[in-house]
């Protein structure tokens, strides 16, 4: 990883103009990434603007400058492109606005944890060990010698809360505990992280959470699943983001394999997210099965297509010609 950090921090001193993007549907581990790259890099001189395509959950509100993303931008006119915490480039959703923006034309530092990570960056600082992006972003920020401050801390914190979800999942190592105390000894405001992340909650999102354990089922494999329709969103008035973190919640069901949690957004796709504690299940595999990716104990698919209910649920496909997928209601499978 060092070798990355030095190629990493040698392109940075040798450009100007910098843009750091987050992923789609973005989440407390790719903003922190981005915030506290802007925070340490401009210190550095460096003119950063930070770029998602999607707009800001409300519930990240709270972190510094987190309303200074925006959504357009001229690839063409930066020196350098950081994408941070997305597990494939198409993760950005950027490579539609900008069909050549990950083409090389401009260099691109790539910083993920994702296993499913498709190294697309000129640099690629990939640790598929570590907790959370933000705790990458840590360690080279050690290694490049930048300060820390209550800005910086606030940021990396919340990526670390994020994806540990309160350090309650397996990724949760000393090393992460040991950042998180350091970056709160630097100023860093883990109250506000841990109440606007895990102790806020709209009434839509409650109203949403009652239909996902409405419709949550156990089969005889042991796999706990359930399903939430774009007519559950309508009827609760929640949006796609207040999903965030029911899929924890139900993997907390005592001996089951894993858990799987359907739901429909709004461009016409299925998407499908993976949770368990199992240490002989590997949900990266199980995901890589229906295009996606992601952790070993957490990952996600996304499929064109919506949510029919006949005797069993089954993912209905957008198009003709595409070959026939279906996930039944009572048991998770791929049928060709």
């Known amino acids: 990883m060092e070798a990355e950090f030095q190629r990493a921090k040698r392109l940075i001193d040798s450009v100007e103009k910098i843009v750091t993007i987050a992923h789609r549907k973005p989440d407390g581990d790719t903003l922190g990434s981005c915030i506290a790259l802007k925070h340490a890099l401009t210190k550095e001189g460096k003119d950063v603007t930070m770029a998602c395509i999607d707009e800001i959950p409300d519930r990240y509100y709270f972190m510094p400058d987190v309303k200074d993303f925006i959504c357009e931008f001229d690839f063409r006119e930066y020196d350098l492109l950081i994408v941070c915490d997305a597990g494939a480039s198409y993760m950005t959703n950027y490579h539609e606005k900008y069909p050549d923006i990950f083409k090389g034309e401009v260099p691109i530092i790539n910083i993920d944890h994702h296993a499913s990570n498709d190294n697309f960056g000129t640099i ?6 570590a907790a959370s992006t933000t705790m990458i972003m840590y360690n080279f920020f050690k290694f490049a010698k930048y300060d820390f401050n209550p800005v910086i801390g606030t940021a990396l914190l919340t990526g670390l809360y994020n994806d540990t979800v309160s350090f309650m999942h397996q990724n949760t190592t000393p090393e992460a505990l040991k950042i998180a105390g350091e970056m709160m000894a630097v100023g860093g405001r883990v109250v506000d992280v841990s109440k606007n992340l895990f102790k806020t909650t709209p009434v839509s999102t409650l109203k949403l959470w009652g239909k996902v354990l409405a419709n949550l089922k156990i089969n005889n494999e042991k796999v706990a699943m359930s399903v939430v329709t774009k007519e559950d969103f309508d009827q609760c ?35 499908g997210s993976f949770r368990t ?9 199980i995901a890589a099965k229906f295009g996606g990716g992601g952790h070993k104990k957490a990952a996600g698919f996304t499929l064109p ?32």
């Open 277 to 285: 504690r199992n240490e002989e299940v590997d949900l990266e595999e």
């Open 305 to 336: 297509g919506k949510l029919e209910k006949e005797v069993r649920w089954k993912i209905v496909p957008s198009t003709e010609d595409r070959k026939h997928r279906a996930i039944k209601g009572d048991i998770l499978n791929l049928k060709e």
């Open 124 to 129: 690629n600082i990939v640790d598929t060990n």
């Open 237 to 271: 008035d929640a949006d796609i983001d207040e999903l965030s973190g029911a899929v924890d919640f139900i993997n907390c069901i005592p001996d089951t394999k894993f858990t799987v949690l359907l739901h429909e957004d709004e461009q016409g796709n299925v998407k």
